[in-house]
């Protein structure tokens, strides 16, 4: 045991003295949750519009005052003309353009179903679909408070009609930090875990001390211990640590067993921290191994479920997943959030997280040469 | 001195990187107490020759006993009597010097007051006192040297081993360095060092030089002084290189 | 003028056998790029499909048959009966067997029959909001689309006609080809030239360099030349895929786009010389380069979030990021064709960006030699 202390408070000295590297430890992933956390927003608002008005009726002019009452959308110009839209939109001064057609209040009062025209910038798909869409039911919202004839009049429904009750459980909000916050305590508990240990054993080999240990007799396993228990406790520490916040700022909630989160958690490094030490075994220097890292790391965050949802991939690709440890850990830790999950409920993807974690912890320690040839 | 135990023998050891011949066929015996000078240019195979004998890397061929112990089937065994100080000076450089020796004394399942008396001792001898909370980025060269000395020398090894432990340091600092490899050979260390100065020979009991994986000449340097009728080991190594040229 | 230039090509020569020498890394930076972009291909696709619903049908008769046939004729669902009382609902989604469940009452054909209002039940695993919302949008639609009466719902009084310029046909494509150039490019820049420097104090190299007779500047012009050149390759293997294999158009100047992105290369190396030059160890490089490239490419540069959107703190930190910049440009001149006069201000702030990080790059160095 006593080389095992000794490794583990000397990883701790290093840690410690590297001021740079605590700091990063704890304010990446709080830095990384809050901006996730703030950013990944479905809504999309203020959408820079432009009006031509080519008929300017009393309709129109109704119109345009709908399109400037909403954050949706902030109108950047009006009454410009018409030939004008290409520069406004190829220039980056706006990404919608709505036209209001001559004779438009005209036709309507006749009933003649005048055409409004929309111009979307479709360079940023999303938002141009989204925007078309607020757009649609700003305009549609309007032409139901005007009859046929012009006036307006209130809507109140003439058929019989289906109507869905819809109850939104484990998220009534429909709050994504609910969603996202546990995912990224996933890619937290995988990149750091990583990243430590591959980088720390090569940084070892690099300096010539990995040599220097080789030729004590303290045993191949009690090196890994010592090397990763410390990442082990850090780890802990900042999922501790993200997840205390992510509730503060977030209001985040846990709706299952905090016990039963750690114990998987802990499954799970070993599949992480296993993968650092494998990744250690094949590279040379610290830019290698940060980069076989990286390539590890960007695949099993797009393959995870994490941002991209793995129904709306390919079927093969969505196959594949089932190789990915993180797309396991990934559902189990948004279940226990969520949906309070028992273990029983989880025991498929704890099954294979302990299946992964034996496989890639085993076959590592065994590709870990304790010699150097 | 043929009297007494060997503490290393190496019989036609031989380790082979692809189809590069690294180390060819190398037998020797290290008494001892004996300071068993091993001496080379870069490249001729010295390190490679110590990382068998540590049992850091498999022998291709042939084989070895290190204090006693098999290097092909005794690696733990060696590794608890023996020092290793290779030559980048293998320290945490983001540790004290403190720090640094408690770590490596952990290692060796020293309990903390064995570690404390024998660091007390270690820093009389090695006058490293002055630098017990000093990190080891800071110590001068010739100190940090020393320091690895320290490392290696803390579970009280019978066999030491040196990879270039002189190398980069000034030439007072590897005097003094001398000084104490000889009185810990006088206690009854082994010590097996390795070394491109060839000056350094001098202070050895024994020496064989390499010359591409193997053994060209092995003895007492007054003997090969004498037999090649020159006054200096580097005069002996030029002469003896020149000779290995001229007959491949 | 002859001696300068040539100990910086001696500098970048030894940066570049640097990487020659390690063929790993090497295919892994021209290798990651190429397998990313065709995963986000193919796995980017923001519109959910194939949802598990299960129904439960407590009515059992032609009509009810017939409402579960609009939701089976639909290519969004998977359609399940589920017979199990309805307090099991919540075993469906623990065991993540459906992702919804829809409840048809009891009395469903005959309120039909009256012509009365009816009510179905959608309960929606909301645990993740988008999805849910896309699944209610869904079945909002299939149900008004289910003919309730006779007669036809009277006319629109006016019709919204949509036109969508550059991307008529809403290619996904077209958004992430352009969104994965900036990020891979800011990424192999700056996670390549944050450890170049660092590495060299690590190794304790750095030191060698510095007492010849080379300059802070000539050091770091020769360490970066390598890489500008390295990510510039990198950067035309993407165009390149992304043209030809994702049909990606191309209608501006290849040589102003070249010449653009020659300037975002070099504010990402400004941006990871800095990180060097403030970081003892490549641990640390790495992790900031990390921080400050990955995150603030993906959800700061209006790459898969509109910036406009944000937070105002966000938005405000927005600017400094680089991506930001070049998004506008690769997708105006891809995409729009746009010319130099309508990129100017994004590339004066790249221009601007990259001299300041050089400028505390320098500065940095400068006191890290004379400590």
Redesign the interface.
């Known amino acids: 045991m006593r080389p095992v202390l000794a490794m583990i408070k000397k990883e701790f000295l290093q840690v410690k003295r590297?001021r740079?590297?605590l700091a990063?430890?704890f304010m990446?992933p709080l830095?990384?949750m809050l901006?996730?956390g703030?950013?990944?927003?479905?809504?999309?608002?203020?959408?820079?519009l432009i009006i031509v008005d080519l008929d300017n009726s009393r309709i129109s002019r109704e119109l345009v005052r709908a399109f400037q009452h909403t954050d949706r959308f902030?109108v950047q110009a009006r009454d410009i003309l018409l030939t004008h839209i290409g520069e406004y939109?190829?220039?980056?001064k706006a990404q919608m353009a709505l036209v209001i057609p001559r004779d438009?209040g005209r036709l309507?009062r006749r009933?003649l179903?005048?055409?409004?025209?929309?111009?979307?910038?479709?360079?940023?798909?999303?938002?141009?679909?989204v925007a078309?869409g607020y757009?649609?039911g700003i305009?549609?919202q309007t032409?139901t408070q005007?009859?046929?004839a012009?006036h307006p009049v209130s809507y109140r429904?003439?058929?019989?009609?289906?109507?869905?009750?819809?109850?939104?459980?484990?998220?009534?909000n429909?709050?994504?930090a609910?969603?996202m916050i546990p995912g990224i305590v996933v890619v937290l508990l995988t990149i750091i875990p990583m990243?430590?240990t591959a980088?720390?054993l090569v940084?070892e080999r690099?300096?010539g001390t990995l040599e220097q240990l080789l030729v004590t007799p303290m045993g191949k396993l009690q090196l890994l211990a010592g090397k990763l228990i410390p990442f082990l406790i850090l780890s802990f520490a900042e999922l501790v640590l993200v997840m205390k916040v992510a509730q503060w700022i977030f209001r985040v909630q846990m709706h299952g067993s905090y016990p039963l989160l750690g114990a998987i958690a802990f499954i799970y490094l070993f599949t992480t921290l296993g993968l650092g030490i494998f990744i250690s075994t094949f590279?040379?220097?610290?830019?290698?191994a940060?980069?076989?890292a990286?390539?590890f790391m960007?695949?099993m965050i797009?393959?995870s479920g994490f941002f991209?949802?793995i129904?709306?991939?390919?079927e093969l690709?969505q196959t594949l997943t089932y190789l990915n440890p993180m797309r396991y850990m990934m559902?189990v830790i948004?279940?226990i959030f969520?949906?309070g999950?028992s273990w029983v409920?989880l025991l498929p993807d704890i099954g294979a997280l302990t299946g992964f974690g034996l496989l890639i912890f085993l076959a590592s320690i065994l590709k870990f040469s304790k010699r150097i040839g | 001195m043929n009297q007494r135990k060997p503490a290393i023998v190496a019989e036609h050891l031989t380790r082979r990187f692809g189809t590069f011949l690294a180390v060819d066929r190398v037998s020797f015996r290290v008494y001892e107490g004996e300071i068993f000078g091993f001496l080379g240019a870069n490249g001729a195979g010295k390190t490679t020759v110590i990382r068998m004998l540590c049992g850091l890397l498999a022998p291709s061929d042939g084989n070895a006993w290190t204090a006693g112990f098999n290097v092909r089937t005794q690696v733990e065994q060696i590794k608890q009597h023996i020092g290793y100080m290779s030559q980048k000076f293998s320290l945490y450089e983001d540790l004290t010097v403190r720090e640094n020796l408690a770590f490596y004394g952990g290692l060796y399942h020293l309990r903390r007051d064995q570690i404390q008396q024998k660091k007390q001792q270690l820093f009389q001898q090695l006058e490293l006192a002055a630098f017990e909370t000093t990190l080891a980025r800071d110590l001068p060269l010739g100190f940090k040297q020393r320091l690895a000395l320290s490392c290696a020398l803390l579970h009280d090894p019978p066999v030491l081993f040196l990879d270039e432990p002189t190398s980069g340091v000034d030439p007072r600092a590897r005097r003094d360095f001398w000084g104490l490899i000889q009185s810990l050979a006088r206690s009854g260390k082994t010590i097996f060092v390795t070394t491109h100065f060839m000056e350094e020979a001098e202070y050895c009991h024994r020496v064989a030089i390499m010359h591409e994986g193997k053994i060209v000449a092995m003895d007492t340097p007054e003997t090969l002084k004498a037999r090649s009728r020159k006054s200096s080991m580097q005069q002996v190594f030029v002469s003896l290189i020149q000779q290995q040229l001229t007959e491949s | 003028m002859r001696r300068p230039r040539s100990r910086i090509a001696a500098i970048a020569l030894k940066e570049f056998w640097h990487i020659l020498h390690?063929p790993?890394?090497l295919t892994?930076?021209f290798l990651?790029p190429v397998?990313?972009l065709i995963?986000?291909g193919?796995?980017?696709?923001?519109?959910?499909?194939?949802?598990e619903l299960a129904i439960i049908d407590l009515d059992r008769t032609p009509a009810s048959r017939e409402?579960i046939q609009h939701f089976e004729g639909s290519p969004f669902f998977e359609v399940m009966a589920f017979r199990a009382p309805i307090s099991q609902i919540e075993?469906l989604?623990?065991?993540?067997k459906a992702r919804a469940v829809l409840i048809i009452p009891a009395d469903y054909s005959r309120q039909r029959q009256q012509?009365?209002?009816?009510?179905?039940?959608?309960?929606?695993?909301?645990?993740?909001?988008?999805?849910?919302?896309n699944i209610?949008n869904y079945?909002?639609q299939i149900?008004?689309a289910?003919p309730?009466?006779r007669?036809a719902?009277?006319?629109?009084?006016?019709?919204?006609?949509?036109?969508?310029?550059?991307?008529?046909d809403?290619?996904?494509a077209?958004?992430f080809v352009p969104g994965l150039l900036a990020l891979l490019l800011v990424m192999i820049s700056a996670?390549?030239t944050s450890?170049a420097i660092t590495?060299e104090k690590?190794?304790g190299t750095l030191e060698q360099l510095l007492v010849s007779p080379v300059t802070p500047v000539e050091i770091i012009l020769g360490k970066v030349i390598p890489y500008v050149l390295l990510a510039f390759l990198d950067g035309v293997g993407i165009l390149l895929i992304g043209v030809f294999v994702f049909q990606v158009p191309f209608t501006g100047s290849a040589v102003l786009l070249a010449f653009l992105t020659l300037l975002y290369i070099i504010t990402a190396l400004s941006l990871g010389l800095m990180i060097s030059t403030v970081?003892?160890?490549?641990?640390?490089a790495?992790?900031?380069a990390?921080?400050a490239t990955l995150?603030?490419t993906l959800?700061?540069s209006?790459f898969?979030?509109?910036l406009?959107?944000?937070?105002w703190i966000?938005q405000l930190i927005s600017y400094i990021v680089p991506a930001r910049y070049y998004l506008?440009i690769v997708?105006?001149i891809m995409?729009?064709?746009?010319t130099l006069p309508?990129l100017i201000t994004p590339a004066l702030f790249l221009m601007g960006l990259s001299t300041v990080l050089l400028i505390i790059a320098g500065k940095r160095f400068k006191t890290t030699l004379e400590a």
């Open positions: 590297t740079e590297m990063l430890l990446f830095i990384q901006v996730l703030y950013a990944i927003t479905t809504e999309v608002k203020h959408v820079r902030d939109l190829q220039g980056w438009f309507l009933g179903q005048p055409d409004v025209q929309l111009i979307v910038d479709g360079v940023d798909g999303n938002t141009a679909g078309l757009a649609r305009l549609q032409a005007l009859s046929p012009g429904p003439t058929a019989p009609r289906l109507h869905l009750q819809e109850r939104m459980w484990y998220n009534l429909l709050d994504s609910q969603f990243m430590l980088m720390s940084r690099e300096i590279t040379q220097t610290q830019q290698q940060m980069f076989v990286w390539f960007v695949f797009l393959m991209i949802p129904p709306n991939m390919p690709l559902f948004r279940d969520q949906k999950s409920y | 390690d790993r890394s892994i930076i990651l397998i990313q995963m986000f193919y796995a980017l696709n923001l519109e959910i499909q194939k949802v409402l075993t989604f623990l065991r993540r012509g009365t209002t009816v009510d179905l039940q959608l309960i929606i695993d909301a645990s993740d909001p988008n999805a849910a919302i209610s079945c909002q149900v008004e289910v309730t009466t007669l719902p009277p006319p629109a009084p006016f019709e919204v006609k949509s036109t969508i310029w550059f991307n008529p809403m290619k996904s077209y958004f996670l390549l450890v590495r690590e190794t970081t003892s160890t490549q641990q640390v790495m992790m900031a990390q921080s995150l603030p959800f700061l209006g898969i979030f509109p406009r959107s944000l937070p966000l506008v997708r105006g995409l729009k064709g746009n309508q």
